[in-house]
């Protein structure tokens, strides 16, 4: 079973930006569908980038798309989201995993943007 670590969170001030990143073991990522996804606080996770799979077509939230980047590293069987321009409603806990969801999720990585 694919387990995935997700890491590269933390806080930013509006206007700034970051890269997450998503390591995988246990499974081949570059054939699979991968997604992130974010939950914040008192609100459902929500998707807000999906990779088909690698050199496929991609997906965005309407509320990040021409922000946030969705890409791959086949070596490195690692997924990244590179989230420019934050603003303070991107806040949240960000989640990778396959697409449709495994049962299991990474402990995700906290994103903070301050006004």
């Known amino acids: 079973q694919v387990q995935l670590v997700e890491s590269g969170g933390g806080l930013v001030q509006a206007g700034g930006s970051l890269r997450l990143s998503c390591a995988a073991s246990?499974?081949?990522?570059?054939?699979?569908?991968m997604g992130w996804f974010r939950q914040a606080p008192g609100k459902e996770r929500e998707i807000v980038a999906r990779?088909?799979?690698?050199?496929?077509?991609?997906y965005y939230a309407n509320s990040v798309r021409g922000r946030f980047t969705i890409s791959r590293d086949n070596a490195k069987n690692t997924v990244y989201l590179q989230m420019n321009s934050l603003k303070p409603e991107d806040t949240a806990v960000y989640y990778c995993?396959?697409?449709?969801?495994?049962?299991?999720w990474g402990q995700g990585t906290q994103v903070t943007v301050s006004s």
């Open positions: 995993n396959t697409l449709p969801p495994g049962a299991i």
């Open positions: 246990g499974r081949t990522l570059s054939s699979v569908a």
């Open positions: 990779s088909m799979w690698s050199g496929g077509s991609t």
